[in-house]
């Protein structure tokens, strides 16, 4: 989905239903036992960067909104990598309720750190 101004697309994001082992990964990480989502990237155009996150922090809110209404769940999990260099992307995680899934790097991916949030409707 895409935040835009007729014309100029200026964010966008996704998500998808995880693979099944990645599922298991993060059920057993969790305990969690109700629907789960991967986000799977929030984009701001060149343009729109550095301009205090409003933009990145509404795509995500929008994200996490849209996630739960395509899980129909009570309660939803949303699991993210981000690249553990990447501070603006953990700093905007952190305002939107994110937290760290482990202190170290992701055993898929040795730079990049999971990231989850539970949202409920």
């Known amino acids: 989905m ?3 101004e007729p014309g100029k697309i200026a964010a966008a ?8 082992d990645y599922e298991q990964h993060i059920r057993e990480m969790t305990g969690f036992d109700g629907a789960i989502r991967v986000f799977l990237t929030v984009a701001v155009s ?4 550095r301009c205090g ?4 922090d509404e795509a995500c809110e ?8 395509r899980s129909g769940a009570k309660s939803t999990l949303v699991v993210g990598r ?17 937290e760290p899934l482990t202190e170290g790097p992701d ?8 990231w989850y949030v539970v949202v409920d409707p």
């Open 82 to 98: 981000i690249n553990m260099e990447n501070k603006a992307s953990e700093m905007m995680s952190n305002r939107m309720g994110f």
């Open 62 to 69: 929008r994200m996490l909104e849209d996630a739960v209404r």
């Open 13 to 20: 994001f996704a998500h998808a239903l995880p693979e099944t």
């Open 107 to 114: 055993r898929y991916n040795p730079d990049m750190r999971e």
């Open 2 to 4: 895409a935040l835009a």
């Open 46 to 49: 060149l343009a729109q960067r």
């Open 53 to 56: 996150g409003s933009l990145a």
